[in-house]
């Protein structure tokens, strides 16, 4: 579903990402882990074309994102800090979204159902609270019913519900055929979700593998499995 090759980002005199290569397929959830400043956001703004990299080339469903950004349409996206104006209501924010999609018919509004956003859809987007955000972000992710769904942190400002909701939701859309690619700090949630862990550090790719092979039988947390990978490898 998504072709990454030799992928190369600088901000000014710093290089993000180093010559990365990577393939997300459906049916799996891949998870994007590394400390603060490791390349994970701009890995995934470098698919959405927020940013525009260097150097390499990403393919989404075999096209290539220089060349058609009709690709976009294939991806549904929660970035980690929603900027939505604050002036809109919620109504509003749902109605210009689907505005924009003018003509896609098939949607999906069980996280619209399950976080009871109908209960604020006459309130201010700039009134909303970060957990309520962060709900709404969520809803218009899935809205449409993506092939590919682009996570970047999603629990962060969630309470614990919430975060249940969205989780059995990222595995019935894994389930369902669907590519998930999400960044989280949080090893647990890692842990729980993960078909697939990817570990970046300074730009480059540290440890790709299936969660299955990474564990390698021992029984392990992923947390622990990954600390003493992690002592040997720096």
């Keep these: 579903m998504i072709k990454i ?7 000014r005199k710093t290089h993000v990402l180093k010559d990365i290569d990577l393939n997300f397929s459906k049916s799996q959830i891949t998870v994007l882990m590394g400390p603060n400043g490791s390349g994970k956001s701009t890995l995934l703004k ?6 525009i990299p260097q150097s390499g080339m990403i393919k989404v469903n075999g ?18 800090i929603a ?8 109504l509003e924010l749902f109605k210009i979204v689907k505005d924009i999609r003018n003509g896609h018919t098939a949607t999906d509004e069980e996280l619209t159902e399950s ?7 006459d309130k201010y987007f700039g009134q909303l609270s970060g957990g309520y955000r962060q709900r709404v972000t969520a809803a218009i992710a899935f809205l449409f019913d993506p092939e590919i769904i ?7 400002s969630l309470d614990p519900v919430s975060t249940e909701i969205i989780k059995l939701k990222i ?3 894994r389930n369902a055929g669907k590519s998930i690619i999400l960044s989280t700090h949080i090893v647990s949630e890692a842990d729980e979700l993960a078909d697939r862990i990817i570990y970046l550090l300074d730009g480059r790719i540290l440890i790709d593998k299936n969660v299955m092979e990474f564990r390698n039988g021992s029984g392990e947390s992923l947390g622990k499995k990954l600390t003493k990978i992690l002592q040997v490898k720096l």
């Design 171 to 173: 595995l019935k859309s």
């Design 5 to 11: 090759e030799k992928l190369n980002m600088s901000y």
């Design 46 to 51: 470098s698919i959405l074309g927020l940013v």
């Design 115 to 121: 976080f009871k956003l109908y209960e604020i859809h």
């Design 150 to 156: 682009i996570l970047d942190e999603p629990t962060s």
């Design 83 to 90: 900027n939505y104006p604050p002036n809109l209501k919620v």
């Design 63 to 80: 096209l290539n994102i220089k060349n058609d950004f009709c690709y976009r349409k294939y991806i549904g996206y929660m970035p980690q």
